[in-house]
């Protein structure tokens, strides 16, 4: 039943609508056949996306272990010019705000650690920003 809603996208995003720390993103690249290509190649059956869905729903990565919803997006996919420096993922700069006034600013680039995900949790690369400049200052990796 989910296969019929997906089958017209070659590939997307699965994620839980609340979960955290970057647990439970489905990221899925291709076909095969039936089956559902991820980023690191590995292949899902149609069977198995119908658990990771089963286990979404019923709240294993949501905060707090509550039912939960799923949200599907459109896979984007990385500029060439981020081939060196962040694996197989999206890179993306996050910005804090205060009072409207940006007040700092990091880069987080994936890792095969993180499995391609920009998730500091997961083990990405979070990357200072000078705010004025955009010249990375520092960077951070797995700090607890």
Sequence with gaps: MVHKALERYEEFVMKPAHGSGGNGILVISGRDGLNYVKVNES???????EHYLSN?????HSLGGKPDQII???RIETHPI???YSFKGVPDIRV???LGYPVMAMLRLSTSGSN???NLHQGAIGVGLDLATGIPINA?????
């Design 56 to 60: 979404v729903l019923s709240g294993l």
């Design 82 to 84: 981020f081939n060196d």
């Design 43 to 49: 292949r899902l059956t149609p069977q198995q996306l």
């Design 96 to 98: 804090l705000v205060f």
């Design 72 to 74: 599907v997006e459109r």
């Design 116 to 118: 391609g995900k920009a």
């Design 140 to 144: 951070v990796q797995m700090v607890s």
